[in-house]
């Protein structure tokens, strides 16, 4: 195929975008099949297939079982905390998702009722989201592991009857009790659940409060299996909250119909995974990467997805990924950048990679937050296979842009998150909300309404939405993200637009900036932080990680990084500081917490992210980042 599908399929939606989505939910097996596409008067800008009825989890369990592919593995676990590998095939899932939404229907849920899920990587993570999807119920899940308080503002925004949990997650080295961390989160709540479902491993067995908690393996074997219950398309399969700017978290919706029209649509389109084939995402639940890429879009398309517990790298090395996609067969693998980093810094020559035949693995997807040229480059060079970078949010559920193998590859440009998804009209604003010309950076916003998959509003805040997303720039959704649309299309992420630094009045992305101090050879992974000067108003400061083995001093690597941003970018950057720190503060889905050392070295008080990977790497910023700001 040529560049020029793309292009085609992208004009007929822009043609025709009613048109081109029924012609996507043809793919979906409906209650009552679409007859109005879009009401433009419903929610805060419009609703996909109002009139029309399904259940996502016949969509995704029943209908491939009744289509004779009840032998195929929908879910493979690769538990290297644990060391098990176990297939459940398409009817054993069919037939334990019944189960576990028959307990759940027993203890009183029904359709629009809430659960919470509060679980590691296991299968009962997955088969827990389905339950719920195949009674009409909307699910949260909140990653396991969550501290008390923040589990606790989701019970009570949620207000979910039953909670399914497990009674620990694992971390390389450690057992992470979360009953103890359930229990501090319901007595805080002014919302308590009638019942919790207690999935027990054996690495640490809970207690279990009389009452109102139940073993899950116990309540789910003693059910009678529950039929798929019809609901409309715009009802809310799941919530997912987000950390919002006041503090009170914001809980994206998915519906249902327009969720399984999209997934399914990108998975073909964006992935190129069809039926039978083998994806693995390497990623959490508590994520919407989990949600769409190893849930829902996967199972929607048929095929078999890998659901991994474990790290990139300690579980039990840098080549852990290349050994599930080796022997699960992977076809195509989706991580963020973050994970490729770590791999790349414990194994730079890609040894442990060389030892895996990965003959049947034919992409590697990175998205999370943009990936530095360097680093797909690596992944690019040991790998031989497409490296594609693509763009997307919690609140749009599936990707904005990227490059398309089921419309034919289009030339890559690694640091760029490729072309506009049909579905979405991509533009950089400037701050009045004028079209900037192309390959001018600006605010990224797209055009509404937003596509099928995309958040309708949030979870009993359509105030709140509109406030969030399309007060700043009318007619436009806002992504908060600034980049730039160059003459071909290609769009650039540079950063957050709050990631945009004020140097002597000049606007200076940061994202442009670590993508030089990436490009050193000794740089493993990099952060760059705008922080006060009472000169300048701010002056750019980078923090390097360096890879496994480099002997070079300190000082002069940062010599090094100071004179190949002056070279790249010019003296207009300032760049005159960069400190190596032995690592970064992260979130647990890999995401680097530039805002929070923005604040450690400018000497404001901060709150310690509810999302963060390790809280005592903060301490440590403090002792390297004090008296930074001028």
């Not at 393996?217 to 919002?244: F, K, M, Q, R």
């Not at 030892?355 to 998205?367: G, I, N, P, Q, W």
């Not at 360097?374 to 990707?399: M, S």
């Not at 900036?513 to 705008?530: Q, Y």
Request: with cysteine; hydrophobic share 45%; glycine share 10%.
């Amino acid at each position: 195929m040529s560049a020029s599908t793309y292009e085609t399929a992208y004009a007929a939606w822009q043609r025709d975008p009613e048109g081109y989505w029924a012609e996507a939910a043809g793919r979906i097996d409906w209650d009552r099949a679409p007859e109005r596409i879009f009401d433009p008067a419903s929610g805060p800008y419009g609703r996909w297939f109002p009139d029309a009825r399904l259940n996502t989890c016949h969509n995704a369990v029943d209908r491939h079982v009744a289509a004779g592919r009840g032998a195929q593995p929908a879910i493979i676990w690769d538990s290297p905390m644990t060391g098990r590998v176990e297939t459940i095939t398409y009817a054993a899932l069919q037939a334990r998702v019944a189960k576990l939404a028959g307990a759940l229907r027993a203890r009183g849920v029904a359709a629009g009722d809430r659960v919470v899920i509060y679980m590691p990587m296991v299968p009962e993570a997955a088969i827990a989201m389905l339950a719920c999807a195949r009674l009409g119920a909307v699910h949260s899940v909140v990653f396991g592991g969550f501290a008390a308080a923040e589990l606790a503002a989701r019970i009570a925004d949620a207000r979910p009857k039953v909670i399914l949990a497990a009674s620990c997650g694992l971390e390389p080295g450690r057992v992470v009790a979360y009953k103890p961390l359930l229990d501090a989160a319901i007595a805080l709540s002014p919302h308590k659940p009638d019942a919790v479902l207690v999935l027990q491993r054996e690495q640490a067995v809970a207690s279990l409060a009389a009452g109102r908690d139940e073993d899950w393996l116990e309540a789910e074997a003693a059910a009678a299996p529950a039929d798929c219950v019809s609901v409309a398309a715009t009802d809310p399969l799941y919530i997912l909250y987000t950390s919002g700017t006041t503090g009170k978290p914001k809980g994206v919706v998915r519906d249902n119909g327009g969720h399984a029209v999209a997934l399914r649509n990108s998975m073909a389109m964006l992935y190129g995974v069809g039926p039978g084939d083998v994806m693995f995402t390497a990623s959490d639940v508590g994520w919407v990467v989990g949600h769409s890429y190893i849930v829902y879009a996967p199972l929607l398309t048929g095929a078999t997805t890998v659901l991994f517990e474990g790290k990139p790298v300690g579980t039990p090395d840098a080549g852990t990924f290349w050994r599930v996609c080796a022997q699960h067969g992977v076809n195509v693998m989706f991580t963020a950048p973050t994970a490729i980093r770590a791999i790349k810094r414990d194994d730079p020559e890609g040894r442990l990679l060389a030892r895996y035949d990965l003959s049947k693995l034919e992409a590697l997807f990175l998205a999370g937050e943009r990936c530095d040229p360097p680093t797909a480059e690596w992944a690019h060079g040991l790998l031989r296979k497409p490296v594609i970078d693509h763009w997307w949010q919690t609140e749009t559920g599936w990707p904005i842009s990227g490059n398309f193998r089921g419309l034919g590859l289009f030339p890559a440009r690694f640091g760029n998150g490729g072309k506009a998804s049909p579905g979405y009209e991509v533009a950089a604003l400037d701050e009045a909300g004028q079209v900037q010309p192309r390959g001018e950076s600006g605010t990224l916003a797209i055009r509404l309404p937003m596509p099928p998959g995309c958040l309708p509003t949030l979870w009993q805040a359509d105030d709140r939405f509109r406030e969030s997303y399309t007060t700043t720039f009318p007619g436009w959704y806002n992504t908060s993200d600034a980049g730039v649309v160059d003459a071909e299309g290609y769009i650039s992420v540079m950063s957050r637009t709050d990631d945009i630094i004020n140097v002597a009045g000049h606007r200076l992305s940061t994202g442009a900036i670590e993508e030089v101090l990436a490009s050193h050879a000794d740089v493993a992974e990099c952060a760059v932080i705008g922080i006060k000067d009472s000169l300048k108003g701010q002056v750019p400061l980078g923090l390097v990680v360096l890879k496994s083995g480099v002997t070079k001093a300190e000082d002069a690597v940062c010599r090094d990084l100071v004179a190949l941003v002056r070279d790249r970018i010019g003296p207009v950057a300032a760049f005159k500081d960069a400190k190596v720190v032995p690592r970064l503060p992260k979130t647990r889905s890999g995401k680097i917490l530039r805002a929070t050392l923005r604040k450690i070295a400018d000497g404001e008080d901060y709150v310690v992210p509810p999302t963060i990977d390790d809280p005592s790497i903060l301490g440590e910023m403090e002792g390297r980042l004090q008296g930074m700001a001028r």
